[in-house]
């Protein structure tokens, strides 16, 4: 049974082949994440109907396949970037994890002195 990084290496191996770069292309990596972001922001911008005079252009559905493309996109540069991109990925999630909950317990109406 393949994890999720066994998947996005494979996603890896077939961006790099299509990409026709003599080596692996790592720009071209990091810049799909951009281009992919970029088109889940129009997506949104059609689906609330922002720019087309209230005319509703896009779907959540598409919008929701956009994100996960970006999101796909820039687990697929990490991987590239990152000597082990399994650790990196969940050291940073469990730090902006810990963040979070230390922020929202602090903001927490039950931890107010007042």
Do not use: F
Not at 32 to 61: D, F, I, P, Q
Request: proline share 4%.
């Amino acid at each position: 049974m393949s994890t999720l990084w066994d998947d996005i290496h494979h996603l890896r191996r077939r961006d790099e082949r299509r990409s026709h770069a003599p080596e692996p292309a790592r720009e071209l990596l990091l810049a799909k994440v951009s281009e992919e972001a970029n088109e889940a922001l129009e997506l949104y911008r059609r689906m609330r109907g922002w720019g087309t005079n209230g005319t509703v252009t896009a779907t959540c559905e598409e919008v929701c396949d956009e994100v996960c493309a970006a999101i796909m996109a820039a687990m697929v540069a990490l991987d590239c970037l990152a000597p082990d991109a399994r650790v990196h990925w969940q050291r940073y999630l469990a730090h902006g994890a810990d963040r979070a909950r230390a922020e929202n317990q602090a903001a927490s109406p039950h931890n107010s002195s007042t």
